[in-house]
């Protein structure tokens, strides 16, 4: 018996707005598995900055690590952002992207992204660099999102009312997905 097509639902945005907690929260509550950030993972190993072949490997990492995880989903895979991230953070610190992340972007869609409002504080972490930035990422993700003619929903408040609101912008996506 072949599964039935996975739902991939994104949870993106700035650095410190609750990602990989809302993950672990919705797929709990929806009974399936989450995709952790490969990158956070690959940086806590680094003794330097991120090179650019190191944003290549993060790629490549995140892609690999949602295919490991899709076989253990059930109907919806949750995934702790996306490789946009490394278009992201490479736009910024090299001024570009690899052409291979610019080449795959549109042959990875997720069918709904969440993202994430910096209404949250700002929690420090070694791994995190650009606390006074949060506007300019946010706003980044936002054009990120439209390039990609992306189906997105902002998702914003603190504690429940973050996490009740991605429920239902979920929940709304899904009643329309099989009312096609």
Known sequence: MQKSKIIKIA????????????????????????????ARGYCEKLTGPPTWQDEINMFYGQVALEE????NAEKLLICDTTF???????????????????????KHPYDLYLLLSIDLPWEDDPLRDFPHMREHFMEVWHKELQALNANYVLISGTGQQRYTS???????????????
């Open 84 to 106: 946009i991230t490394v278009k992201i953070w490479s736009d910024y610190t090299f001024g570009a992207s690899p052409q291979e992340v610019l080449d795959e972007l549109p």
């Open 11 to 38: 949870v993106v945005g700035p650095e410190s707005t609750g990602k990989s907690t809302l993950s672990a929260h919705l797929a709990e509550h929806y009974q399936t598995v989450w995709v952790p950030e490969y």
């Open 68 to 71: 490991e995880f899709i076989p």
């Open 166 to 180: 991605a429920v239902a912008a979920i929940d709304r996506f899904l009643r329309s997905d099989f009312l096609q």
